[in-house]
Each structure stands twice: as C-alpha cells, then as structure tokens.
C-alpha cells in the first residue's frame, strides 16, 4: 500500500501527557498537511509543510503543538501537555505541488482521547 | 468570514432525488476547488475536482460560478449508497498554498 499512513490509528492518554503522531506521505509529494477533526466538523487546518520547510501554522495550533518534517519525507505532530479539548481525530494528508488541481490524499488518521 | 462555508444539512432525501449543496470561498484569488467525500468515522477521499466550466462525473455535477464565488455539487439520481458527508475544499494556488475544507454537508438517503 503506497498510500498516505498514520501511526497510531488510535491513542489514549492522560490529561498533562505528551503524544507524537507519525504520518508517511506518499513518497513522491513534497506538500503534507496536519488537520484535526472533531465530530460534526470538517478538517480544520493545522500546519502545512513543502519538503521541510513549515510554510504555515494555524493561529489555532497553541504553543503546545509542535510538527516537524526534518528530512520532508515524514513527519511528527506533538502536543504537550495534553487537554481534554484536544480530543479530536488528527488527519494527515500529502499532495504534490506545481499543478492545479492536485489531489490531496489522506491518511485513515490518529483518534486521541484524552481522559 | 469563514475561509469556506456550506450548509451543514442534514439533507434528509428519498432514494432517487436530486440534491445540490452550495459552497462559498471568501479569497476571490482561489484557483482550485474540489468536492470531497467522508463516510462516518473514515478519511476524506476525493470525489471530484471542479472546472471552470463545470464538470460531470455519472450522476455527479460540479460547477463553479467565480463572481459570486461559489460552487456546487448536484447529485442526480441518489442511491442510499451516496449517504455521506460532502466536503467544499478550496486551494489558493500560489508556489506555497493550504488547502482549506468547508465545515461539510451531510447527506442521508432514505429508501
């Protein structure tokens, strides 16, 4: 399977812990995106990379919120400090650059609960 | 202003309906615009791109009407296997973009 993955699929944790989410873009885009989701929502933008480059991060995203890509290849998405609000499901998606109209794939996604 | 918005429904329709959701973007310069969908508690997957033109996918239409910035979708025909969540997604294309989705409309067929 050459799709998009995300690892965990599932995470549980207690309020105050850290967590780190992995996403494998498809190998051959340069574009990956972070997205949390809640239920009734739709995908709200987090950060978004162009190789290793973070070009932008949502005035959403709180300073315990950090993502890397350090080689733009996969990537990290950490949160410290854990919160109850925080709880929401955690999509990856990647796309290649340079043409309109190109498609974002998505990874299945990371479910946290914190408890 | 949010960056995208739809009309979040539900839409409630019989089993051989036609329905249409609407979608407006707020940044005139956007370039590239999709039609996602999302089954429950699943990824979102692309459901088709949206050209200037319109486009036509079987019983799927999308148009784009940039004046009054919005798109839309028409579903012809509705099979209760169309039941999802359909997600307006917008790409302000530039050399460094985000793609931005809409809150999402969801769709229920009933037999």
């Known amino acids: 399977d050459t799709g998009v993955s995300q690892n965990p699929r599932h995470k549980i944790t207690k309020r105050g812990q850290n967590v780190t989410f992995r996403c494998d873009p498809i190998?051959?885009?340069?574009?990956l995106y972070w997205y949390r989701q809640t239920l009734g929502q739709g995908p709200e933008f987090l950060t978004y990379?162009?190789?290793?480059?973070?070009?932008?991060k949502s005035r959403l995203l709180s300073d315990r919120f950090s993502a890397e890509r350090p080689k733009g290849s996969f990537s990290t998405l950490e949160i410290q400090r854990t919160e109850q609000g925080d709880s929401a499901m955690y999509l990856c998606?990647?796309?290649?650059?340079?043409?309109?109209?190109?498609?974002?794939?998505f990874g299945q996604g990371t479910r946290l609960t914190v408890v | 202003r949010k960056e995208v918005e739809q009309d979040p429904g539900p839409f409630n329709v019989p089993e051989g309906a036609t329905v249409a959701f609407n979608c407006t973007y707020s940044?005139?310069?956007?370039?590239?615009f999709f039609w996602y969908r999302q089954d429950c508690r699943k990824e979102p997957k692309l459901l088709m791109s949206?050209?200037?033109s319109g486009n036509e996918d079987g019983r799927f239409t999308a148009q784009l009407n940039r004046a009054s910035q919005y798109i839309s979708l028409l579903i012809r025909d509705s099979k209760l296997s169309d039941s999802a969540t359909y997600l307006c997604?917008?790409?302000?294309?530039?050399?460094?973009?985000?793609?931005?989705f809409g809150s999402g409309t969801r769709l229920s067929i009933r037999p």
């Open positions: 998606a990647s796309s290649a650059s340079g043409t309109l109209n190109t498609e974002a794939f």
């Open positions: 190998s051959e885009h340069n574009r």
């Open positions: 990379f162009q190789n290793e480059a973070q070009l932008e």
């Open positions: 940044n005139s310069a956007s370039q590239s």
């Open positions: 949206v050209y200037s």
């Open positions: 997604v917008v790409n302000p294309y530039s050399s460094a973009s985000k793609i931005i």
